[in-house]
């Protein structure tokens, strides 16, 4: 029930100008997410207030699509995550993510729109402070939506946690979890076939299938959540595929995080691509097509 509440609060439908209304005293800003004078300038940093339920949060706003090409993989996947755990709290859940989030607050668009960014990042703390999260909202100039991504985390001791709640999703590399994946990649296949793509199914499939011998696991074996990593790239795209889709509409963006992923992860060259002669959006848009 807690977890709805904290979720209906980030993708809130009630709308405030970020001026308007009674005072309400600001929440205070959390270090800059960003290290060097260098990262900052090159997400082009920037931070402002926006009034949401009452509360005036702090937000720090980046623009991805000048220097990054509006890949903003490595910013909500790996530079957050550390951020969050640099602050002192754990990680205890996976992120949520809801595409496209219909119901962000007016006042974060319009704050989002002045500072002309599509990424916004807000800690949220709670009462108790073991279920503060970070609330992540990312706007794509190409769909005009929005998606918000929420990493969860406590400041309570390890020792403290309770296990069902902080139990991790393992990424089973078993034979049985491994053809699963492959079905839902088969059914790709056929519908990339199916739209009459000159055979394009069958050329993901053969580029997909690189990633089974070039693409050995370096020596990170967990992610930045402490979750398994799989053997190959191949089981980590398939799996992470799937895992995405089952969650909701997939973006280009998580396309471009699973690649990055891979090439921060496993010795696939640096130049690969999932998609391969499509684009990600288009990849994504067949992915999406399917039950």
């Known amino acids: 029930m807690k977890k709805q509440i904290i979720i209906l609060f980030c993708l809130s439908v009630l709308s405030f100008n970020v001026f308007a ?20 300038k090159s997400w082009c940093e920037s931070e402002g207030y926006a009034l949401v339920l009452g509360r005036n949060l702090h937000y720090w706003l980046y623009d991805s699509y000048l220097y990054h090409d509006g890949d903003i993989s490595e910013l909500v996947f790996e530079i957050v995550p550390k951020w969050f755990q640099s602050m002192d709290y754990f990680v ?13 607050a007016d006042s974060v668009k319009k704050l989002m729109k002045d500072f002309d960014s599509d990424v916004s990042i807000t800690l949220v703390k709670t009462e108790d402070g073991k279920s503060d999260y970070i609330c ?17 985390g406590t400041k309570a001791d390890r020792a403290k946690i309770d296990p ?6 393992q990424v089973s590399t078993s034979n049985n979890s491994v053809n699963n994946y492959e079905t839902f990649i088969q059914e790709i296949v056929k519908e990339l076939n199916k739209n009459g793509k000159s055979t394009a199914g069958d050329k993901f ?6 990633t089974k ?36 509409q997939i973006s280009k963006h998580t396309i471009s995080m699973i690649e ?4 921060a992860r ?11 002669s499509m684009s990600n959006s288009s990849l994504a848009d067949v992915i999406n097509s399917l039950l």
């Open 205 to 210: 499939y053969e580029n997909l299938k690189i």
């Open 260 to 263: 990055n992923e891979c090439k």
């Open 213 to 248: 011998n070039a693409g050995k696991r370096g020596t990170k074996t967990e992610d930045q959540f402490g979750n398994p990593l799989p053997d190959t790239a191949y089981e980590y795209i398939i799996y992470m595929l799937n895992k995405e889709r089952s969650q909701g």
């Open 21 to 40: 209304g009674k005072p309400v005293s600001k929440e205070p800003s959390p270090l800059s997410v960003l290290e060097s004078e260098e990262e900052k």
């Open 266 to 276: 496993y010795t696939v060259p640096q130049n690969y691509k999932i998609s391969l």
């Open 136 to 152: 992540v909202n990312s706007y794509d100039s190409d769909s005009n939506l929005y998606t918000t991504y929420v990493f969860y």
């Open 92 to 104: 205890v859940e996976d992120y949520n993510v809801t595409s496209p989030n219909n119901s962000l």
């Open 164 to 169: 069902k709640k902080t139990e991790k999703s």
